[in-house]
């Protein structure tokens, strides 16, 4: 239902592929590998079952269990074996659905709450401003998350996390994007601070 909108997607947060092109891109290009990094992303009770989308667009394994495993910015990875610089994320369909009307700017809506694993986890956001991926130099310097392991809510009722703390320094689960149409909950997991070990709790 989302593939033609994915492709997309894809598109909109990648950047063009690297010219270079050594031995380790192409096994980061090939099926097998990015089958195992997508479904990484998740717990194998559900990246085992999960369709996996390549980092084309086109859908390179299909799944059994209604979750989508794919990379949203497979083409920066150059030659690094890192899946977390391809920054996969396996989603339901809800969660999905959120991801497209993001990328079309338009206001998600959804028919539940929204879930997406990110094990791997992400090479940096502005915490409060929606588009702001990769833009480190743009962005102060206390609004700068780079994270590791985490869950997402993308929630069916933004209303629903308006009391919901923005302070990603705690540990607890905390919102990003506030104000926005695509607010949404992170929940660190073990791992979390990994990438940015200033921002963990003190």
Known sequence: MYSKKIISFLIFFTVSAVAHVGEDHMKTSSAEWQIKAYTGAAPNFIGDFATVMGSDGTIIREGTNGWTCLAFTANMMGDSMDPRMATPACMDSNAMAWADAYMTQSVPKLSNDGWAWM??????????????????????????IESGAHMMLMPKDPKSLENT????????????????????????????YDVQPEAAPK
């Not at 986890?121 to 743009?138: H, I, L, V, W, Y």
């Not at 689960?173 to 949404?184: E, R």
């Open 119 to 144: 094990i791997h986890g992400d090479t940096g956001a502005d915490n409060f401003r929606a588009f702001s991926e990769g833009d480190k130099a743009g962005t102060n310097p206390e609004d700068w």
């Open 165 to 192: 703390s923005t302070d990603f320094t705690t540990g607890s689960p905390y919102v990003m994007f506030k104000g926005t149409p695509y607010v949404h909950l992170m929940i660190p997991i073990s791992g979390y």
